[in-house]
């Protein structure tokens, strides 16, 4: 059992991981998503991710096997170090449209943010959008699910 399976269950004590049906990202460190992604992409389950950043919100839905995941998009690399700056409305834009992206799922309504990264700016007052590509060398899905 690795240090962030052991983190997970003191923090989750009663939470039976094989019952898992979907993953919500509320981590705010590389290695905790990069243990979330692990287990969604081996569980072959929907990992909704969301984070932020100063005045940015970053939002998009992983389907292993179907679309990029976490790892395809960070390979590594060391994780920030320190504190770093959220301005505090950003992670209520991050958690509202992952939340709609929970909703679009189980109600089979809408298009999800598969395969692309919905990115607000808080600052300039706006949305981007950025086409995800599933790197066939990934460490996590690469040999899960071959490309092509
Ligand atoms: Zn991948």
């Known amino acids: 059992m690795g240090q962030l399976e052991e983190i ?7 939470l039976d991981r094989s019952a898992l049906d979907e993953l919500l990202d509320r981590l705010g460190t590389k290695c905790g998503r990069y243990f979330l992604n692990r287990t969604a992409v081996r569980r072959k389950i929907p990992f909704f991710h969301a984070a932020i950043y100063g005045f940015e919100a970053r939002v998009t839905t992983f389907m292993p096997g179907e679309t990029a995941c976490f790892r395809c998009l960070f390979h590594g690399g060391p994780p920030p170090s320190g504190a770093f700056p959220v301005v505090g409305a950003a992670p209520g834009v991050a958690a509202s449209i992952q939340a709609m992206e929970v909703i679009k799922y189980f109600t089979d309504c809408g298009t999800l943010l598969k395969d692309r990264l919905l990115i ?12 995800l590509l599933r790197d066939p060398d990934c460490p996590d899905c690469g040999s899960l699910y071959p490309t092509g």
């Open 120 to 131: 607000f700016d808080g600052e300039a007052g706006g949305f981007r959008e950025f086409k």
């Open 8 to 14: 997970a269950f003191v923090e989750e004590p009663h």
